[in-house]
């Protein structure tokens, strides 16, 4: 890639997910204040260099009036971002509706497809992201789809430009074929996903789960390089996420967190620290962690004194009923386990609905002796991973579940469960609790060089450069 005067100009990506990573707060009738959001996906295109990366997403607010769409474009400009609009019906039925009430429910096994009136709505969302892209693109550029709020998008992408290199990446599970066929609109989804160059999934696993997806329910034949329909490709791989794992290394040194640390270290001092951090989803299991904290302070009395389970619920989707429910269900089992082995000075369970800003996670993840990741789903969690990241110190414990995608990278350091077995995760308390020092350096060196050598920044090199190969091979067939 050079421009006219030899100079070395980098790829534009067009990274497009359902929500831009900035959340936008109206000031005025034409001003807004934006502040960036610190997810994985973020911190993985920050990173890297070798693209420039523009995100095309919705900005996660109702803006109905043309002046505000007008101020609120150009301020997200300055971010590099740009905009979707989607009207409150619109979201309802796209969003709070087929992605979070039928999507995510059936892509963690968690519930059976209904209401599929909510597709055509669905496919209108993904086909106004479509606009968007199609209006921005130049020749070279790269398109990088993402997620299950967006497996419409390949197809509408390549049918305004059957030449636009478009890759899609699916950031939680993808079912077993059983469970995806279960959907009415299994097979358009499918042919839509296969529109693109290039599919990724975190696991090898979901890769295998789609293309038996495709030969089963479709009838195309799956190669050991991904799905080929009447002698085109397309190409299917496991590309595992990572986190940018210096940026936590380092934040442990600066003053502020190690603030926070010591404070920590003061409140807590003489127990043993478990933690918890999740978005309050029902695929984090939450309430079976917590039952099964119950169970091992119950066949534990020595313990009761000694330990505490801090347990950070970041709320989401508030306006989904299953996560109102959630919330209650949460709150009630807290309450009654607080209040049958707390005393008048301490609770064995601290409980916040809400997220806590970076340095305050970082400290958190530093005084942890063990955490507790026990996802009933999960397409990979990076809470796993910058847990390790924080732990070089204290080399503390991660139980994690067995059905989260990092099982596959840290299995071996961590204490791998069944989540649903919440006898089985008493008993890993215990175990993670009693552990002997040298076990825990062993088990968390295997985990600590993962983490640090598999970063997001790596992750998304990597795809994008596999896109950019798959598509000239795809031309050098052609021309055979
Ligand atoms: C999961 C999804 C992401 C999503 C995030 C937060 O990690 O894979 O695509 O952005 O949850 O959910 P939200 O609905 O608030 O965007």
């Given at each position: 890639w050079e421009?006219p005067?030899?100079k070395?100009?980098?790829?534009?990506?067009?990274?497009?997910?359902?929500?831009l990573?900035?959340?936008?707060?109206?000031?005025?009738?034409e001003s807004?204040s934006l502040?960036?959001?610190?997810?994985?996906?973020v911190?993985?295109l920050l990173g890297v260099?070798?693209?420039?990366?523009?995100?095309?997403?919705?900005a996660g607010v109702n803006?109905?009036?043309?002046?505000?769409q007008r101020a609120l474009?150009?301020?997200?400009?300055e971010?590099?971002c740009i905009?979707?609009?989607l009207?409150?019906?619109i979201?309802?039925?796209?969003?709070?509706?087929?992605?979070?009430?039928?999507l995510?429910?059936?892509f963690?096994?968690?519930?059976?497809?209904?209401f599929q009136?909510?597709?055509?709505?669905?496919?209108?969302?993904n086909?106004?992201?479509?606009?968007?892209?199609?209006?921005?693109?130049?020749?070279?550029?790269?398109?990088?789809?993402?997620?299950?709020h967006?497996m419409?998008?390949p197809k509408c992408?390549?049918?305004?430009n059957?030449?636009?290199?478009v890759?899609?990446?699916?950031?939680?599970?993808?079912p077993?074929?059983?469970?995806?066929?279960?959907?009415p609109?299994?097979?358009e989804?499918?042919?839509?996903v296969l529109?693109?160059?290039?599919?990724?999934f975190?696991?090898?696993?979901y890769?295998?789960?789609?293309?038996?997806a495709c030969?089963?329910?479709l009838?195309?034949?799956?190669?050991?390089?991904g799905v080929e329909d009447?002698?085109?490709?397309?190409?299917?791989?496991?590309f595992?996420?990572?986190?940018?794992s210096e940026?936590?290394?380092?934040?442990l040194?600066?003053?502020?967190?190690q603030?926070?640390?010591?404070?920590l270290k003061d409140?807590f001092?003489?127990r043993k620290v478990?933690?918890g951090v999740?978005r309050?989803?029902m695929?984090?299991?939450i309430?079976?962690k917590?039952l099964?904290f119950?169970?091992?302070?119950?066949e534990?009395?020595?313990?009761?004194d000694?330990?505490?389970?801090l347990?950070?619920?970041v709320?989401?989707?508030?306006d989904v009923?299953e996560?109102?429910?959630l919330?209650?269900?949460?709150?009630e089992i807290?309450?009654?386990i607080?209040?049958r082995?707390?005393?008048?000075t301490a609770v064995?369970?601290?409980h916040?609905?809400?997220?806590?800003d970076?340095p305050?996670?970082?400290?958190?993840?530093?005084?942890?002796?063990v955490?507790?990741?026990t996802?009933?789903r999960?397409?990979m969690?990076l809470?796993?991973?910058?847990?390790?990241a924080?732990?070089e110190l204290?080399?503390g414990?991660?139980?994690?579940?067995?059905?989260?995608?990092?099982?596959q990278?840290l299995?071996a350091?961590?204490?791998?469960?069944?989540p649903?077995n919440i006898t089985?995760?008493?008993?890993?308390?215990g175990?993670?609790?009693?552990m002997?020092?040298e076990?825990?350096?062993k088990r968390?060196?295997?985990?600590?060089?993962h983490?640090t050598t598999?970063?997001?920044?790596?992750?998304?090199?990597?795809?994008?450069s596999?896109?950019n190969d798959?598509?000239?091979?795809?031309?050098?067939?052609i021309?055979?």
């Amino acid at each position: 890639w050079e421009r006219p005067d030899g100079k070395p100009i980098r790829q534009r990506l067009l990274v497009v997910a359902n929500r831009l990573p900035v959340s936008a707060v109206r000031r005025g009738e034409e001003s807004w204040s934006l502040e960036i959001s610190g997810g994985g996906l973020v911190s993985a295109l920050l990173g890297v260099k070798e693209f420039e990366a523009r995100w095309i997403g919705w900005a996660g607010v109702n803006v109905p009036d043309e002046a505000g769409q007008r101020a609120l474009t150009k301020a997200l400009a300055e971010k590099r971002c740009i905009p979707v609009f989607l009207d409150e019906e619109i979201v309802h039925q796209y969003y709070n509706g087929y992605c979070n009430n039928i999507l995510w429910p059936l892509f963690h096994y968690l519930g059976l497809p209904s209401f599929q009136s909510q597709f055509a709505a669905y496919k209108k969302a993904n086909q106004m992201f479509a606009d968007v892209v199609n209006e921005h693109y130049e020749e070279g550029d790269v398109v990088w789809c993402h997620d299950y709020h967006l497996m419409f998008l390949p197809k509408c992408l390549k049918d305004y430009n059957s030449q636009m290199k478009v890759g899609w990446f699916l950031h939680t599970p993808f079912p077993s074929s059983e469970i995806h066929r279960t959907l009415p609109s299994r097979s358009e989804l499918l042919r839509a996903v296969l529109a693109a160059d290039l599919v990724g999934f975190h696991t090898y696993d979901y890769a295998r789960h789609f293309v038996s997806a495709c030969t089963r329910i479709l009838g195309l034949e799956g190669t050991p390089e991904g799905v080929e329909d009447q002698g085109r490709l397309t190409r299917v791989a496991a590309f595992p996420i990572g986190i940018d794992s210096e940026r936590f290394i380092q934040a442990l040194e600066v003053p502020n967190v190690q603030e926070h640390i010591k404070e920590l270290k003061d409140r807590f001092a003489g127990r043993k620290v478990m933690l918890g951090v999740d978005r309050l989803d029902m695929i984090k299991g939450i309430p079976q962690k917590i039952l099964a904290f119950e169970k091992f302070l119950e066949e534990n009395p020595y313990w009761r004194d000694k330990v505490v389970l801090l347990q950070i619920a970041v709320p989401t989707r508030t306006d989904v009923p299953e996560y109102q429910k959630l919330t209650s269900q949460v709150h009630e089992i807290v309450g009654r386990i607080n209040g049958r082995f707390g005393s008048l000075t301490a609770v064995p369970i601290h409980h916040l609905d809400r997220s806590l800003d970076f340095p305050a996670l970082c400290a958190l993840y530093a005084v942890t002796d063990v955490a507790l990741v026990t996802s009933l789903r999960d397409g990979m969690n990076l809470v796993s991973y910058e847990f390790v990241a924080c732990q070089e110190l204290k080399k503390g414990v991660l139980i994690l579940s067995e059905f989260a995608g990092a099982a596959q990278s840290l299995g071996a350091g961590a204490i791998l469960v069944n989540p649903w077995n919440i006898t089985e995760v008493a008993s890993s308390i215990g175990q993670a609790l009693n552990m002997s020092p040298e076990e825990r350096e062993k088990r968390h060196r295997h985990n600590f060089l993962h983490v640090t050598t598999h970063t997001a920044q790596e992750w998304a090199e990597t795809f994008v450069s596999e896109l950019n190969d798959t598509v000239i091979e795809a031309q050098q067939r052609i021309r055979k």
